[in-house]
Structures are given as structure tokens and as C-alpha cells.
């Protein structure tokens, strides 16, 4: 899904913020689900990446980790961006080896997309505003305004992340699925 979301992404309008058809999805997800051999490359790349999404929505606990959800809403109210950069890290040092190594490939896709924001239209804002809610959510509920204001600050980490990622997770990421 992450090599075919970054072949297709960059050149894509729109990509993460459309979604792809419903049924399909549904479809394709009880065939994953499944263990059945799934061809994505002949799916629209908006279910792919509907796909993706909602496989992030069901990692348990969530890929940040609700246990840090406290610490990783706190990182955008730090000084400077070597601070924030730093507090990042530390977090990402707490995650689980899988979380953190889908984490650099996912982030390798967003900084390809948001590269070429001028023709798809996603820069790190908007794959922020689109991907931020997949990331990581409370490990309580809460009030409509209190998760507001909690989807706000992810995006805004989400988005710093993004514009980051290089500086994060190291430069390398930029060739983590090498010349497709």
C-alpha cells in the first residue's frame, strides 16, 4: 500500500483527502482481512489510500500510542523547533519497533506528497488535517469541543512532522522505497 501510495500520491489531486468508493473499500478490506492476494494497483489509488487510513484507525492503541497521548499533545507548546524536534524523538524512542518503522515509511510517502503540493494540491497542512485523525486519538472519550480542540493540536504535530521528517526520523527517509 505505502509503495503504491508513493508512486501514484505525489502525482495525485487531492490524494488522502478524497475518499475512495465505500463498497469497494468494504470489499477489498474483507479480502485483506482474509489473507486473500489483493491487486491494488488496479484500484483507484483514492481507495488505497482509504485503505491505509482505516488500517491505521485500527492499530490497537494507536500508532503514536494513546499511553503518550498526554506527552505528544504537549510537543507544539515547546520552545523552538530544535525543542520540539528533540521532544519528538524521545517519544518516538518510547514507541514499539513496528510502530516506528511504519512510521518512517509513512512519513517517507507524506514528505514525497507534500514535495509536489503545487500539482496535488496536499501540502503539509492538508495531510495533516486528513492523516492526523488515523495517528492518534485519546484513550478516553470525550466532549465534541474537547476532541476539537484535540484534533487540532495532533494536526498541528502531524503537520510538523511532515514539514520535519528528514530532520526527525534522518535523511534517509527520503529513499526508503529506493528507486521505484
Same mark, same amino acid.
Given at each position: 500500500m505505502l509503495s503504491?501510495?508513493?508512486?501514484?500520491?505525489?502525482?495525485?489531486?487531492?490524494i488522502f483527502r478524497r475518499s475512495g468508493s465505500a463498497k469497494t473499500c468494504k470489499e477489498l478490506k474483507e479480502k485483506l482481512d482474509s489473507g486473500a492476494e489483493v491487486d491494488l494497483a488496479c &484500484?483507484?489509488?483514492f481507495?488505497? !489510500?482509504?485503505?491505509?487510513?482505516?488500517?491505521?484507525r485500527n492499530i490497537p492503541g494507536s500508532i503514536l500510542s494513546s499511553q503518550l497521548c498526554d506527552k505528544w499533545v504537549s510537543v507544539m507548546d515547546q520552545g523552538n523547533n530544535e525543542e520540539k524536534i528533540k521532544s519528538i524523538q524521545r517519544l518516538?524512542?518510547?514507541?514499539?519497533r513496528a510502530n516506528v518503522v511504519l512510521l518512517r515509511y509513512?512519513?517517507?510517502?507524506?514528505?514525497?506528497?507534500?514535495?509536489?503540493? &503545487?500539482?496535488?494540491?496536499?501540502? !503539509?497542512f492538508n495531510l495533516a488535517?486528513?492523516?492526523?485523525?488515523?495517528?492518534?486519538w485519546p484513550p478516553v472519550s470525550s466532549t465534541p469541543d474537547v476532541e476539537s480542540e484535540f484534533t487540532k493540536k495532533i494536526s498541528?504535530?502531524?503537520?510538523?512532522?511532515?514539514?520535519?521528517?528528514?530532520r526527525i526520523f534522518g535523511e534517509e527517509i527520503t529513499s526508503l522505497f529506493g528507486e521505484i
Open positions: 503504491l501510495l508513493y508512486q501514484e500520491g505525489p502525482s495525485t489531486e487531492g &484500484e483507484s489509488i481507495v488505497t !489510500a482509504s485503505l491505509f487510513k482505516d488500517f491505521l518516538i524512542e518510547q514507541l514499539p509513512l512519513f517517507g510517502v507524506l514528505h514525497g506528497i507534500e514535495m509536489r503540493s &503545487e500539482e496535488n494540491q496536499m501540502n !503539509a488535517i486528513c492523516i492526523a485523525p488515523s495517528l492518534l498541528s504535530l502531524v503537520q510538523f512532522l511532515t514539514e520535519n521528517c528528514c
